[in-house]
């Protein structure tokens, strides 16, 4: 069979999603394939979190020291500079444009008074949607895509790229569900936007053989870089393979990213098996998972008290993980220190030592051991949550090259006709190591240039 479009998208994330919309709204008839059943891909099962400088909620809560260039400074150097500077600077002077996309043309509700400051940030900078997760973004998108009715076919699989004469993308060649192939054809070329590689062990081990199964992963059974694949196929450049992230505070049972967690940004402490800190908490992902891989038993815990939950809200906005936790055994609400420590058989005396130390940092606000950046909250207070952690594969920084209008570029630096790529399928914009809040900022903005620019 044989449809044809303007434009074809791969892939039904935070990126696809920015692309359609923004693509159809300039004139052309769109189509998003979705290998999946269902769409949203790691966007969906994110914390939905998103950076931005100057944004109207870091007016309401008093932040009037962030600009674009400190946004700038942050992510560079959060990738220890290997980032391309000039996509940083689009990233950072664009996110604010993106966030205010999102909340009044895409009706994404973001929490009005309530800011993250993620690790490697210098301000609290990351907009959070109602219920902290991308389920608010991706359903918001789902609405936008009916109403301008842009289809979505689902358990839709994008195989191989199509090309003519001259090497100019044409379409997509696709396996449905039940096995039917499909051949998309896209007269103004073709956007891949299909995701990362973090559930592809093989992928995985190939670009950083440390990765291997003995990780888990946070992400959807969807992220197996088939965009990368398909792309290299027609001689498409990629960058940054290497570059694979763990995310530091994951379920030990399932490896899945704990969101309740994110007490963490607020003052939650880690410590290890002996009841002692070992890292500063807002220190960047790579770091903070290489700090719990060498202590004992390569895992921590994190800790904190009713105080702080009554700041983050992450139990009250994820009871289902919180319940799960509890079931699974790697989550104790404990009335006393003592309690917390004995659950996990840690020494109640170094733990107490520990805290008496928290105590007292908190009051000077100086954190005298790590230096933590936002200043320790007391944890004189019960009761407590004391939560087993491990890292897990999270996040793909490298992939696709891309320049600035997201035209994919092949071996020799020229430009493949006829093909875009945003999202974490793209190389270019992390470095080594991506921020926290930094992909939900870099997949609405990319993926929106890309669907004005492949219209052009
Ligand atoms: P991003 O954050 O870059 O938008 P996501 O992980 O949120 O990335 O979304 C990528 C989507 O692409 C996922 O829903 C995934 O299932 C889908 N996808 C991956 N490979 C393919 C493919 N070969 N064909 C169609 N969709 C794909």
Redesign the pocket.
Known sequence: AVQNFDVVV???????FSAAIEAKQAGANVII????PT??????ISGGEMNAPNTWVQQAVGITDDNVELFYEDTMKGGDNVGNPEMVRILAEQALGSAEWLRDEIKVEFIPDQLFQFGGHSRKRALIPVGHTGAELIKKFKAKTDELQIPIKTD????KLLTDANGKVTGVE?TSGAGQKITFNASKGVII????FGSNVEMRVKYNPELDDTYMST??P???G??IV?AQEINADITNMKNIQTYPICNPKTGVISLVADSRFDGAILINQSGERFVEELERRDVISQAILAQEGRYAYQLWNQGLEEISKTIAAHPDEYEQMIKDGVLYKADTLEDAAKFFNIDPAKLQATIDKVNEYAKTGKDLDFNHRAGLVSLAKGPYFIQKAVPSVHHTMGGLVIDTDTRVLNTEGKVIEGLFA????TGVIHGSNRLGGN?IAD?ITF?RISGKQIVK
């Open positions: 791969i892939g039904a994330g935070g990126a696809g394939l979705e290998k999946m769409v949203g891909g790691n966007t969906l839709m699989k994008a195989e696709a936007a299909s995701g990362g992400d959807t969807g992220s197996t088939d965009g398909m945003a999202g974490e399928v992909a997949i993926g």
